[in-house]
């Protein structure tokens, strides 16, 4: 049974680095066929796609967060992590991290992990 | 970026009753939509993919159609447990986006 499990710090200051991480286990984040990806959700509001990579490295992120997203994988240790720079409060958020297939749909996703910006 | 529009936003209905919700997307996607249940506290969970498949596990009384701009979920004789917000998501085009979200309420 694929299991994703994020981790991070819950409270982060403006203008810092939110860091996350997603351990993945049941299953490779090596796997042909599949993407792994982060979408978070405002408090009360809908879901954002942030951004996705495959295991290879290749990655896509959503261009209103672009200039300010990293993702990137490590497969030796089965995770695939988030930063993202410069957060403000509207960065305030439940973050998932999920794993989709060739197309995209997201059919494994973890718990999620809220995120807090503020000092 | 493709917009997605949901409607209505919030329905109220019964147990037992079947309940369609429609999913607009601002340009053509063919047939690349998905459709997410989330319950409160909850992550999402897959219903449908490619517009009318269902997801593995999902009941069949989930059903979903449509193809190029509008789209429909529609629950056959609603449980208590499909209490929830549904959203739609294009694959089409990245960015991927999602709908706004449609609060399926007891009546």
């Known amino acids: 049974q694929l299991h994703l499990q994020e981790s991070g710090p819950g409270l982060v200051k403006p203008s810092e680095t939110l860091s996350l991480t997603c351990t993945v286990s049941g299953g490779s984040i090596s796997s042909n066929n599949h993407y792994w990806g982060w979408i978070r959700q405002p408090p009360g509001k809908g879901l954002e796609w942030i951004g996705s990579?495959?295991?290879?490295?290749?990655?896509y992120y959503n261009p209103s967060l672009k200039s300010r997203v990293t993702v990137s994988v490590d497969t030796s240790k089965n995770q695939f992590s988030l930063n993202l720079t410069s957060v403000t409060a509207a960065d305030t958020a439940v973050y998932y991290c999920?794993?989709?297939?060739?197309?995209?749909?997201?059919?494994?996703w973890g718990q999620g992990t809220l995120v807090t910006v503020s000092s | 970026d493709i917009q997605m529009t949901q409607s209505p936003s919030s329905v109220s209905a019964s147990v037992g009753d079947r309940v369609t919700i429609t999913c607009r997307a601002s340009q053509g996607i063919y047939s690349w939509l998905g459709w997410y249940q989330q319950k409160p506290g909850k992550a999402p969970k897959l219903l449908i993919f490619a517009a009318s498949n269902l997801q593995s596990g999902v009941p069949s009384r989930f059903s979903g159609s449509g193809s190029g701009t509008d789209f429909t979920l529609t629950i056959n004789s609603l449980q208590p447990e499909d209490f929830a917000t549904y959203y739609c998501q294009q694959t089409n085009t990245f960015p991927l986006t999602f709908g706004g979200g449609t609060k399926v309420e007891i009546k």
């Open positions: 990579i495959y295991f290879s490295g290749s990655t």
């Open positions: 999920a794993r989709s297939g060739n197309y995209y749909y997201f059919d494994h």
